[in-house]
Every structure is written in C-alpha cells, then in structure tokens.
C-alpha cells in the first residue's frame, strides 16, 4: 500500500475518528502508523461517583421515592453518555473508544436504566475491546448487565429461560441458523441454568442449575455454560462471524468473502485475539482501496465534529436530542441486535438534518456565502432558539493552523468527487462549511 | 424545483389521472390515488393502551373481580352489546361503529408476548416473531418493493419510527412542509449536484439527497393547495390527524401515513389520565372521518389504530395498570365485512401469566390490511403467510 496523505487519512478515520493534518507523520511507513497507533492507546474506564446500588435502592420504599430513583439512575446514565461522547474524541483514545463502540453494538444491550450496568458493561467492553474474543465473551456472559437484559436470571432448572442461549449463538457468536438447531438451542438454555447476578457479582446458583446430561452441537455431556462457551469458540464459524461484523463495521457495507476469510482466520489461527485480527485488516492493501464506502455513524459523525474542532458537547437535553434524531442513543441499541447501520443510518429526515448539523455547529444553522461580520452580528440576534442549540465557539486559528497547507477537501472527504473538490477548492472557513453540509460528509 | 418541473422529472405528469380538481374525481375516477388502492392511515397509540378500559368486557366478571377500583361500571359505558361496552369517553368512535365503519378486534397480539415497550413496539414495527430480531420495518419492506420516493410515505411526528424504515427506502418523518423544504432548499443545496460518476455509497447518498429535495418540494406544495377549516379540537392528535387530511385533500401521491398519541403508560392513578387520552383520540379520530367524508375520500381510506401491547387484567396497587399482552385494535374503512365482529371476542379466565391471551395475531391484520387497503402481495412485505381473516 502506497503511503499517501489520503491512505494515512483513511486510516485515522476509519480505525479512529478524523485526524488533523498535523498529527500526520508524512515520512512514516503506513505498517509504522498502525503498529503506533495501537501503542498509544490509553484505555481509562467511565466512573460515577454514585453510592452503591443497594444504598440507592434501600432508600427507595415508598413509590414516589422509587419514581424518583428511577428518573435519578436515568439522569445518570445521560452523564455517563456525555463522558463516553467526549472520551471518544480524546487524543489517543480513538481507536479503543471506536472498537467499544462497535461491541456496543456487537453486545447490545439497553442499560438506559441503570447507571450500574451500563458503567459494568461500557468498561468491561473497552477492557477486553483489543484484547480477546473469548474473554470479552466470557464477561459478557458473566455481566450483570447482560444477565438481566436477556433473562439468565429467570433461566431456571424448572423453568428454562432461551433467550440468552439463542441470542448467544444467533447474535454473539455463530449466527442465525450457523450450525446450531432449535433444540441445541434448548439444550444450551439448560447450561446455562442458575446463572445470576447478585451483589455486583455472577453466581451460578446450583439449586437451579440443571445438572443432568444435554446434547449440544451433537455431543453428549453434563455441560454447563463454560463449556458450551468453549465448544462454540472452538467452531471457525465464530471467528467467521465476527470478522464478517468487523468487515461491515470498519471496511464497506458490501462484504467481499476472501477478505473477511482472511481476518476470520487470522483471529481463529491467534486464538481469538483481537488486535492481531484489526492490525492485518489495517495493514491490507484492499482496505485502503475502500475509501469513502463506509456511511458514518451518528455517534461517529458527533465525534468527527468534537474532534475535528476541539470542542465537547456539554448541554445533556441537545446531546440527547442529537442522539435521537439521528437514530443512535448510546446504551439504548433498538433491539439486541443493536444498530443496523450502514445505509440504515440514512432517511430523507436525518439527512436533511445532517446536512444541517455543519452549520449549526459552526453557524448558528447558516450556510453562508456571504461571512461578513456584520451578517454575523445579525445571525447571533435573528438566530432561533432551536438552531442555536447546537451552536458551539470554536477556535478556527487553531483548525487552520493544525490543517496547515493541504488542501482541505482532502482532509475532510473521503469520497472521491472531483466536481466538489474543484467547486470548493479554497481554504477558507465557508469551504470547510460547505463541505460539511454535503452527501459527501456523511461517508467515511 | 417546483411542483410541475418535479411531476415532469419524475413521470408523474403522464400518468393521466393524477391531480384532477376533486369535484371532477368524484365523478369520473374511481380513486384520487393510483399507486395503490387506498391510503392507510396508521394511528399509534404508544405507551400500551388499556384495551379493557377502552373496550370494556362489562359482562364478563373477571372484569369487575380484579378491577375494583378502576373499572368502568356498566352505566359508565356507552353500551355495545351484553358483553362489551365503549369507554365513554368514545361517543364519537361508537357512532362511526353503529354505521359499520369500524372493527373492533379484540385479543390481537403474538406469540410469546414480550411486555418491554421497547421490544414489543419492534415486533409490531418489524412483523417479526417475538424471538426474531429483524431490522426493517413492515410498511418500510413495503415501500423497498413497491414505491420510489421518500414522500410515498409520511409520518407526521418528529422522527421516523422503524415501521417505516425499510431496508434500501424509508418514508419521511415531518411536522412542517415548509420547514422541511426550508431546510433542503439553501441556495449552496440547489447547486449542489450529484457526480457524474461515483462508488456506490455516494450515489446511495446522492439519491436520497436528490428524493429528499424533490419530496421537501412535492409535500410542501401540494400541502399549499388546500386550506382546511374542519374543526378538529384542541388535542395534538387532532391537530396531527388535520394536517394529514389537509395533504389527503391535495391529491398527494403518498399511499402510506403514520402518527402517534403518547401516554398510555398508565401504572398509576390511570382512570383519568386514560379517560383524557380516550377524549383525545375520540376527538381526532372522529374529526379525521368526518373531514374525510365530506370530500368523498374516506372510501378511499383504512385506518389503524394499535398499540404495542394491552394491560394487565388485575389492577396494581397505585390504581393503576401494569404491562401486558393481547390488545384490541381499531380498523376504520367502508368496506369492512361483517366477519371482523366474530374477532371482537375475549376470555378472562384463560390468561397468560395475567394478561388476555391473543386470539388474532396482529400480521394477520397486517395482511389484510396490505392487501386490500394497499393491493400488494402482502408475503413479500411480511415474509410469511398467515390464516385469512377475512376483515374486509
């Protein structure tokens, strides 16, 4: 692979989020930028100082003190949201935040409720994000988060619960139909029995454990959780999973099999482990050649802007909104599939909203041909209270000094449009303006 | 682009039968829509509506066993028959029933109900089992078979529900054309053209883009065409359900619209609250049909109103009521048959885990609905088959 500004910018914004100019080292070769890349990466965990769990629910007895609790753990977990949002943009941070954002969406879980498990599940996800399949597999299964979400806790001996051992296999690891039938299904279900979570731990409950024999997957054994764990990460399958979410995540929605055959079997032959899988994908000559394929996702498209001009969301109700209207509320995946993403992200109302998002961003919801001061006087006291929300003050001398002579299309484009590039092919703050409120922006 | 350009550009200038002045329409075509057979109005009542403090089992005594407080006695009601009654708030939805326009069908649900609002509101909006995770939406798998544009689909609410969302087109979510317009109509949009060659991807994007615009213009033009003075109230529902009867009244080529009534989450002191809502969906809908009728366009026109799940039977301690199951659904429209009140049928001494026990699955509604209100082949859009109704 060639090494190039616009490699070394595909790079940075697929593996993380958007890179200034400046933080580009020309020289180095494209295998170096990646090896470092994965060097810095610091991992630092979402903390709230909150009492515990069980002191917040002791004081809840009446129901007007447990509405209250609930709107209380509700309002938590919008901070946790903010923090991880601005945790995203952070310099040397990019790359894990944006591999805990994908197994966010690999591991959905809903935890809009409880500050508790979506802090367990967040840090649990980034710990193990570059780290193994199987452990990150194995804390999941174990999460209390997880746990509850999808009903290990009423998964008994007398009664079995399938709903984790499905989407186990369907949604985690093999997929839907991959070597597994229904009665596997319900085989896997009584593995899993006893299963819980209580105090801030995972227990296995042996009065409601089922410790009689199971088939699954055509053997015969008193198998409990671990060991249908292991018998599914033994099938290639699970590797050919996975690296087919990481193709549709980090390379192009169109999925061509010899590629994610290499990853599956780079993370199959290293036993699972999961930065050996994205540093071939990062280092494959096809992955350079995907520019601008990729649509961004809204989270994504919030971070590229908090990065790109070093500013943090701070208001919750306009983060919120944001998150919302674009189809992407952290820790509130639709279903436990999470996001479908892709071409999915797009509708005729969230376009029309995100080609608006630049200049609300930037100005007040204008986008402008004309910038003179006086104009922008009149925009500050005419602005509507909607459009300002959003409105942030940013530092534009920086901007231009970390994005010093390039041209700034190449910087903040990743498709190939030659009409565009020549149409807005000066440095200026109405250029960069009008290249965010384009189609264009919204591809990676 | 204005109105005539855009019908030029995209065909539907010479379909003939579009846009005829309605005084002619009703006398010399059958439909003022000709992409499909009807418009279907689909009426989300969010939260989990109380089906039986809507449609009231006054003669069944497991009603009154474990509603002591917040059952609706029988001189409360608005009488149906020995075994039913309507909410009283609903004088306006009887009378639309007493002159055949209305089915009501009790017990509809699915399988394995699942009483997350989340995901049982997914499993209404994607058609799928309750053990399936499918990631478009009914009427969005319709519109990937059978429509091009965005606006042949609108949702007037402020984002778009995944019902609408398919897997390649989705419908639009607006509450003000000419907001709308503004917003994709700037002076740097009109110029921004699509590339002349380009990946995939970014003639996805372009596409959408282009649609959008041309949808933006379309809407906000037709929504001009008419002034509506119908009174519908004071309620949002009714304000929602007048803007969607002011483009119904245009001609607008736009065989799908979907809004919503919030609130119905109702665990606690629910009596009036619920009352309230049943005022308000009394209201819209009647003003709906009334307006409707007067141009001669209700024959033209299902209704649906749903809701993601009905309540539990018992009442909780805060007279309230908790999540439930099986829920009665509302279908408005001229040619329904008889057959539909054999579903209006519920049993209270056989639950589940609490809740009534669906008798209809709602996909069959979904079918009959796809058929005959939209005249597609509803296994493409639903992906299965199920038992006929025969609602229609």
């Known amino acids: 692979m060639e090494n190039t500004l616009l490699n070394k910018y595909h790079l940075y914004s697929r593996a993380s989020f958007f890179v200034h100019h400046d933080e580009i080292k020309p020289s180095r070769s494209l295998e170096k930028d990646v090896d470092d890349l994965f060097k810095r990466q610091v991992k630092s965990p979402i903390v709230l100082d909150l009492p515990s769990e069980a002191e917040m629910k002791e004081k809840a007895k009446s129901e007007k003190k447990r509405r209250e609790l609930r709107k209380k753990m509700r309002a938590e977990v919008k901070k946790l949201n903010l923090m991880w949002l601005s945790q995203m943009a952070d310099e040397d941070k990019g790359l894990i935040e944006k591999m805990t954002l994908f197994w966010h969406g690999h591991f959905a879980c809903r935890t809009v409720q409880n500050p ?32 509850e979400y999808l009903h290990l806790k009423q998964n008994k001996k007398a009664s079995p619960n399938e709903d984790f051992a499905r989407e186990l296999c369907e949604l985690f690891t093999l997929g839907r139909d991959v070597d597994y039938t229904e009665k596997d299904v319900v085989e896997i279900a009584r593995a899993f029995t006893g299963w819980t979570y209580r105090d801030g731990e995972h227990r296995v409950v042996a009065k409601l454990h089922d410790n009689g024999e199971k088939e699954i997957f055509g053997k015969r054994g008193n198998f409990n959780g671990e060991d249908v764990l292991e018998m599914i990460l033994e099938n290639p399958k699970c590797a050919e999973r996975i690296a087919f979410k990481i193709y549709k995540y980090f390379v192009q929605e169109e999925v061509i099999h010899t590629e994610v055959k290499e990853l599956s079997n780079v993370l199959y032959n290293s036993n699972y482990d999961i930065s050996s899988m994205m540093k071939h994908l990062f280092k494959a000559d096809w992955f350079y050649q995907k520019q601008g394929r990729m649509v961004k996702s809204p989270i994504e498209l919030a971070v590229v802007y908090c990065k790109m001009f070093d500013f943090r969301f701070e208001d919750v109700k306009s983060v919120m909104g944001l998150q919302h209207y674009l189809g992407q509320v952290l820790f509130d995946p639709p279903n436990v599939a999470g996001w479908a993403g892709g071409r999915q992200w797009i509708d005729s109302s969230r376009l029309a909203f995100r080609l608006r998002l630049g200049s609300l961003i930037l100005n007040r919801g204008y986008i402008m041909d004309e910038l003179s001061p006086e104009l922008d006087e009149m925009l500050k006291s005419k602005a509507k209270k909607r459009d300002v929300k959003f409105y942030q003050e940013v530092d534009w001398d920086l901007f231009w000094k970390r994005n010093q002579g390039v041209n700034i299309y190449d910087v903040l484009i990743r498709s190939n449009n030659p009409q565009l590039k020549q149409a807005e092919s000066t440095n200026d703050k109405k250029t960069v303006i009008h290249l965010l409120s384009t189609p264009d922006f919204q591809l990676t | 682009m204005r109105r005539r350009e855009f019908l030029q550009k995209t065909g539907l200038i010479t379909a003939g039968t579009l846009f005829v002045p309605s005084f002619l329409r009703a006398n010399t075509l059958g439909s003022s829509l000709s992409l499909g057979k009807k418009r279907l109005v689909v009426i989300q009542l969010s939260g989990g509506n109380d089906g039986l403090n809507t449609i009231v089992p006054h003669g069944l005594d497991e009603y009154y066993q474990n509603r002591s407080q917040i059952g609706h006695k029988l001189e409360a009601l608005l009488k149906l028959d020995d075994r039913f009654g309507w909410n009283k708030k609903l004088p306006g939805m009887k009378a639309l029933y007493d002159k055949g326009l209305v089915s009501i069908i009790n017990s509809v649900g699915y399988p394995n109900p699942n009483r997350s609002h989340f995901r049982s509101m997914d499993i209404w909006h994607t058609a799928s089992n309750s053990d399936e995770n499918w990631q ?12 091009t544009h965005a606006f042949e689909s609108i949702e007037w609410d402020g984002s778009l529900s995944l019902a609408m969302k398919g897997k390649e087109r989705a419908g639009i979510a607006l509450t003000n054309p000419r907001a709308f317009y503004d917003t994709v109509h700037s002076d740097y949009f009109k110029q921004l053209q699509a590339p002349e060659a380009a990946d995939s991807e970014l003639q996805f994007m372009y596409k959408v883009f282009e649609d959008t615009k041309n949808s933006a213009a379309y809407i906000y033009d037709q929504y001009r065409l008419k002034t509506n003075d119908s009174d519908y109230g004071s309620g949002n529902l009714g304000k929602k359900l007048k803007e969607v009867a002011t483009l119904i009244k245009s001609d607008i080529q736009t065989p799908v619209f979907y809004t919503s009534l919030g609130g119905f989450d109702t665990h606690v002191n629910q009596q009036w609250a619920h009352d309230r809502l049943m005022e308000e969906l009394d209201a819209g809908v ?73 008798k209809v699955d709602f996909r069959q509604v979904y079918q009959e609905v796809l058929q005959h209100s939209l005249g597609v082949d509803s296994e493409m859009v639903l992906k299965r088959k199920f038992d006929e109704l025969g609602l229609f």
């Open chain 1, 116 to 147: 508790y498990r979506t802090m367990e599940m967040n840090n649990l996800l980034r710990e193990n994000a570059l780290g193994n399949f199987r452990d990150l597999l194995y804390a999941v299964s174990r999460s209390g988060a997880m746990i």
């Open chain 2, 286 to 358: 009647s003003a709906f049909v009334k307006d409707l009728e007067k141009d001669g366009l209700l024959k033209e026109t299902t209704i649906m109103i749903f809701s993601e799940f009905g309540r539990r039977l018992k009442e909780n301690a805060s007279r309230g009521t908790d999540h439930g199951a099986a829920n009665v659904l509302f279908l408005i429209d001229t040619d329904l048959s008889q057959k539909a009140h054999s579903y209006n049928q519920i049993d209270l001494s056989d639950l589940d885990k609490g809740d009534p026990k669906y």
């Open chain 2, 136 to 147: 478009s939406g009914w009427l969005g798998r319709y519109l990937d078979n059978n429509c």
